[in-house]
């Protein structure tokens, strides 16, 4: 592999991660919070679908992704309601989520489009453009740190450089803000937060939120800028993925980046290269498309060493009168 070949890897690493770094984030929030949430891949999907569908029809990409966080917002709103309201299976409530996306998004995309469940190819502002930065073209020319800028730095959607910048803000609302701290100490003891006077299902829906809205620009990129469209199914198990990203992570935002990177890199791999040679042995493409897929269920199966999630995650807190 020559130098540019690894530039364009590794610059497609960073686009296909992208979906995913939002993802785990996003779980990262709620989770820290006590609220588990295996329903990302259905807020996802129904952002794709409806930023596709707003940014098609008013030809405006800002549209559509407002219209994606608003539907991921309506389903994080749901679940908030099912886990923390009446204190449901959070679980359980996850997965309802994923089902109903997955129904309702073909189901509304063929009333509408009636093109067997998918949207019409977005153009012109109805996506994201790539973004030149400074003085990217200028320095092209200098040797390693020229191609470095112009190919891997330079040349990405907006939304990919809000999920890098988000990574470092996290950490810091997280762990530097009394916010992060009280979001923190609702996951691990909630009764204790509540006797501080703190509202543990104001913090709870707060993180919720931010799921949300996370999932939302997850899934309007996929759809407005990693692709021109809405296709059926299209999020391809990404939020389960960004799952067991989390937890190979251990619930912190670095952490989270570097597990994400790691899928990213797999799945770049996977579509770079039709088979990859290791010696005498030869391994096909189907093989490397699946190995995201097996390590998700490897880091869940406990194989990577053990991650200990927050203790009141996924229990229901009940005020005590």
Same mark, same amino acid.
């Given at each position: 592999?020559?130098?540019?070949?690894?530039?364009?890897?590794?610059?497609?690493? @960073? +686009?296909?991660? /992208?979906?995913?770094?939002?993802?785990?984030?996003?779980?990262?929030?709620?989770?820290?919070?006590?609220?588990?949430?295996?329903?990302?891949?259905?807020?996802?999907?129904?952002?794709?679908?409806?930023?596709?569908?707003?940014?098609?029809? /008013? =030809?405006?990409?800002?549209?559509?992704?407002?219209?994606? @966080?608003?539907? #991921?917002?309506?389903?994080?709103?749901?679940?908030?309601?099912?886990?923390?309201?009446?204190?449901?299976?959070?679980?359980?409530? =996850?997965?309802?989520?994923?089902?109903?996306?997955?129904?309702?998004? %073909?189901?509304?995309?063929?009333?509408?489009?009636?093109?067997?469940?998918?949207?019409?190819?977005?153009?012109?502002?109805?996506?994201?453009?790539?973004?030149? !930065?400074?003085?990217?073209?200028?320095?092209?020319?200098?040797?390693?740190?020229?191609? %470095?800028?112009?190919?891997?730095?330079?040349?990405?959607?907006?939304?990919?450089?809000?999920?890098?910048?988000?990574?470092?803000?996290?950490?810091?609302?997280?762990?530097?803000? +009394?916010?992060?701290?009280?979001? +923190?100490?609702?996951?691990?003891?909630? $009764?204790?937060?509540?006797?501080?006077?703190? #509202? *543990?299902?104001?913090?709870?829906?707060? $993180? *919720?939120?931010?799921?949300? %809205?996370?999932?939302? %620009?997850?899934?309007?990129?996929?759809?407005?800028?990693?692709?021109? =469209?809405?296709?059926?199914?299209?999020?391809?198990?990404?939020?389960?993925?960004?799952?067991?990203?989390?937890?190979?992570?251990?619930?912190?935002?670095?952490?989270?980046?570097?597990?994400?990177? !790691?899928?990213?890199?797999?799945?770049?791999?996977?579509?770079?290269?039709?088979?990859?040679?290791?010696?005498?042995? /030869?391994?096909?493409?189907?093989?490397?498309?699946? !190995?995201?897929?097996?390590?998700? *269920?490897?880091?869940?199966?406990?194989?990577?060493?053990?991650?200990?999630?927050?203790?009141?995650?996924?229990?229901?807190?009940?005020?005590?009168?």
């Amino acid at each position: 592999m020559d130098f540019m070949t690894a530039l364009q890897v590794l610059d497609s690493t @960073i +686009r296909l991660s /992208t979906p995913l770094l939002l993802a785990c984030l996003a779980g990262l929030f709620s989770e820290r919070a006590g609220i588990f949430d295996i329903g990302l891949e259905g807020k996802m999907l129904a952002a794709a679908f409806f930023s596709a569908a707003v940014a098609f029809v /008013t =030809g405006s990409v800002w549209l559509g992704l407002l219209a994606g @966080i608003a539907s #991921s917002m309506l389903l994080s709103g749901l679940h908030g309601l099912a886990s923390i309201t009446f204190r449901g299976n959070q679980l359980i409530s =996850g997965v309802a989520i994923n089902f109903l996306a997955a129904g309702l998004t %073909v189901l509304i995309a063929q009333s509408w489009f009636s093109q067997g469940g998918r949207t019409p190819s977005l153009i012109g502002q109805a996506r994201f453009e790539p973004l030149t !930065l400074p003085l990217a073209e200028t320095l092209q020319p200098v040797p390693v740190l020229g191609p %470095v800028y112009f190919e891997l730095i330079s040349g990405h959607t907006l939304p990919v450089y809000f999920a890098f910048l988000c990574v470092p803000a996290t950490w810091w609302l997280l762990f530097r803000t +009394r916010f992060g701290l009280r979001l +923190r100490a609702v996951g691990e003891n909630p $009764a204790a937060v509540d006797t501080a006077g703190i #509202s *543990v299902i104001g913090m709870r829906f707060a $993180a *919720v939120a931010i799921c949300g %809205v996370l999932c939302g %620009v997850a899934g309007a990129y996929l759809a407005t800028a990693l692709q021109a =469209g809405f296709i059926k199914d299209m999020t391809a198990g990404r939020g389960f993925i960004a799952l067991a990203a989390l937890i190979f992570a251990k619930w912190r935002p670095w952490y989270a980046l570097m597990s994400c990177l !790691l899928f990213g890199f797999l799945q770049a791999i996977a579509l770079r290269y039709q088979n990859i040679e290791l010696g005498p042995i /030869t391994l096909p493409v189907q093989f490397m498309d699946a !190995l995201p897929y097996i390590l998700t *269920v490897v880091i869940l199966a406990g194989f990577v060493g053990r991650a200990i999630p927050p203790r009141a995650g996924g229990e229901p807190y009940a005020k005590e009168r």
